[in-house]
């Protein structure tokens, strides 16, 4: 069956662009997460999705930072006037409660800021 | 907050070693422990977890520990493939009914020599 699904693959982009990410959760799968992978950070946890609803957006580096998630499948993850430090892989991983909530992760979006 | 420390190596064996890659945690509540991979070039997987106390995970000849009293959970393998190298994420969550995302430590890049 098909895993969890990330585009694109990579994004290059200048400065102060927003972009936007997508990510494509193994189907039937009722939570979603972002996370973001960098040198200097590691594995970062950015927000969670149960259902269309992100209880808790605290993790969210900043406010140009959003999320979110319609129809209770697709996501998006919306970097507004991105800076250089945004450079990272974003990751997005499912998961369904039947499954003891283990997280499935997609190949994530390398994102690099010029 | 929670927190995950592993050793980062890298860390570097012959084929057949035997390997241990410590890892420690600190969490508020009584979390889920989690090993992650990530092969060169591919997403993470699930390695291998254990949600209570004593509890063995157990995959591919990869063992863990659940140890409340030493808050740990050391990876092990009897004997190394080079087909082992990898960078391994230690990864704790607090399972609130996957309301979580996972705590991941910084990794461990293994680097097995034939």
């Known amino acids: 069956g098909a895993g969890v699904s990330q585009s694109p693959s990579n994004k290059v982009t200048e400065k102060g662009k927003d972009v936007e990410l997508r990510c494509d959760p193994i189907?039937?799968?009722?939570?979603l997460y972002w996370y973001r992978q960098s040198l200097g950070q590691g594995l970062e946890f950015l927000i969670y999705?149960?259902?269309?609803?992100?209880?808790?957006k605290s993790g969210l580096p900043s406010d140009r930072f959003s999320a979110e998630r319609t129809g209770g499948s697709v996501s998006t993850l919306t970097i507004q006037r991105t800076q250089q430090e945004d450079s990272a892989v974003y990751l997005c991983?499912?998961?369904?409660?039947?499954?003891?909530?283990?997280?499935?992760f997609g190949p994530g979006t390398r994102l690099t800021v010029t | 907050g929670d927190s995950v420390t592993q050793m980062e190596g890298p860390v570097t064996l012959s084929e057949e070693a035997f390997l241990t890659i410590n890892c420690t945690y600190t969490?508020?509540?009584?979390?889920?422990l989690f090993w992650y991979v990530q092969y060169p070039g591919e997403g993470l997987q699930l390695l291998l977890k254990?949600?209570?106390?004593?509890d063995k995970g157990s995959n591919k000849g990869f063992e863990a520990t659940y140890r409340k009293e030493t808050t740990s959970f050391h990876l092990e393998k009897g004997s190394v493939q080079v087909s082992d190298s990898a960078v391994y994420f230690c990864?704790?969550?607090?399972?609130?009914?996957?309301?979580?995302?996972?705590?991941f430590g910084k990794g461990t890049h293994l680097i097995i020599q034939p």
């Open positions: 991983a499912s998961s369904h409660p039947g499954q003891g909530y283990e997280q499935y």
């Open positions: 969490a508020t509540g009584y979390p889920s």
């Open positions: 999705f149960q259902g269309n609803s992100a209880p808790d």
């Open positions: 189907s039937g799968h009722t939570a």
């Open positions: 254990a949600t209570k106390a004593d």
């Open positions: 990864a704790l969550s607090e399972g609130r009914g996957g309301a979580d995302g996972l705590t």
